[in-house]
Structures are given as C-alpha cells and as structure tokens.
C-alpha cells in the first residue's frame, strides 16, 4: 500500500469553478501535511501546510484534513488558468521523513 | 535571496561515468534535502542533512550513491558508476526548519 495516494487525475474544471483535490494517507501517526503545486517542468512549490483538524484558509486555497480519516484535500475556489499544474501531497511520517503522493494534475479551462 | 541554486541544469553522461550535481541552499536554512523524480516513481526523498550533518539517507538506492554536505553552503550528489536507470530530475531543497522545503530547479540527468 503507497503511504500516500491522490488519484493522479486529470482533473479539468471550468475557470470560476472549485477544484477539489484529495489525498489519503496510511501512517495514523502522521502529524503534517503539506500541498505543493508543480508545474510543467519546474519544481514543486510549497502553497499550503496544515497540521490540525479542520480548514485552513490561505486566499483562494483551502486546506482540509481529517485525520480519523486519514485524508487531507485542498479547495481552490474562483480556478484560473494559471493554478494549472500538478497537485503534490506530502506527509511527514515522522522523523522528518517527508512521503509524497504522485500528484494531481489539474487543468482548469478558460 | 536567490534561492536554492543547482548545478549544471542539464547532464548527458554515459553509462559507467560518475556525476556529480551541486547544491547551494538558501543562507541561513539549516536543513538541506536531496530528492529524486521520476514519471514511475514520483518524488523521493533520498538523503537529508541538518547542520551538514547526514541524518537520514534510508532512501539512497544503492552504494553507488553518494552526498555530501562539507560545509553550510553547499552539497553535492554523486553518482558513481551511472547507468540509465538512473536518470531522472534530481531536486536539492532547503529549509529553516524540515518541514518547510524550497525546491531548487532540478538537474535534468540522463544517462545514456
């Protein structure tokens, strides 16, 4: 079982639209959570970390985790052109071990 | 500051010649972290420092990889002898703290 999972996409929203990424983990002891966005050749950049239950909000992007769940997403309200990328999820597992899912790839057309 | 910075950006090597990518973290960052990826594989995580001391390097692939971090300023990666399977992206990040990481813009190796 992959420590971390996000359904690799694409996904494709309207510009305006909510994008909903999600991503679940398996290490129950997992106590960060991060979101990355990568584009097309370039290199991923942190844009969102969330260590509680419960939303964090940060502009147009919202974090969510349920750790009972296991399972952290983020909302991007009001897509734009521009937030097409891939979607990275990571979890520190402990000891500074940081896991990373394999990404979502969002389009957001105009 | 002008971020992480990586050198060269671009390697063709043939296989069996050893590589060696750069690293300069960002000043002042006390941990630095060497990642690999690929379409198959994604991001992995390969070896990190804090204070230029090698703390985790669980996710090396084999002997044949290497890392250094002489000094606060600078480390490197290298691969000795390189083979195909070997070629991928490699990102170097730095961070004030582990769990913030700023990525580098990646060495592009391929191995022929």
């Known amino acids: 079982q992959k420590e971390v999972e996000q359904n690799s996409g694409p996904l494709s929203v309207p510009e305006g639209a909510i994008a909903s990424l999600n991503c679940t983990y398996s290490d129950r002891g997992s106590q960060s959570f991060f979101w990355y966005r990568q584009y097309s050749g370039k290199s991923p950049e942190l844009i969102m970390f969330?260590?509680?239950?419960g939303d964090k909000e940060d502009g147009r992007f919202t974090a969510q985790l349920n750790k009972a769940s296991q399972y952290v997403s983020l909302l991007i309200r009001d897509s734009q052109p521009s937030d097409s990328a891939t979607y990275l999820c990571?979890?520190?597992?402990?000891?500074?071990?940081?896991?990373f899912g394999a990404g979502t790839r969002l389009t957001v057309k105009p | 500051d002008a971020g992480v910075i990586q050198s060269p950006r671009h390697e063709v090597t043939e296989m069996g010649q050893e590589v060696t990518l750069r690293c300069k973290p960002i000043s002042g960052h006390d941990y630095l972290f060497w990642y690999r990826q690929t379409m198959m594989r994604g991001l992995e995580l390969l070896i990190y420092f804090n204070n230029n001391v090698p703390i985790d390097d669980s996710g090396m692939p084999e002997d044949r990889f290497s890392a250094k971090m002489p000094n606060a300023s600078f480390s490197t990666l290298k691969i000795q002898p390189s083979e195909p399977r070997d070629s991928a992206v490699y990102f170097c990040?730095?961070?004030?703290?582990?769990?913030?990481?700023?990525f580098g813009p990646g060495t592009r190796l391929t191995v022929l």
């Open positions: 969330i260590y509680s239950n």
């Open positions: 990040a730095s961070g004030p703290w582990a769990d913030t990481q700023y």
């Open positions: 990571a979890v520190n597992v402990g000891d500074n071990d940081m896991r």
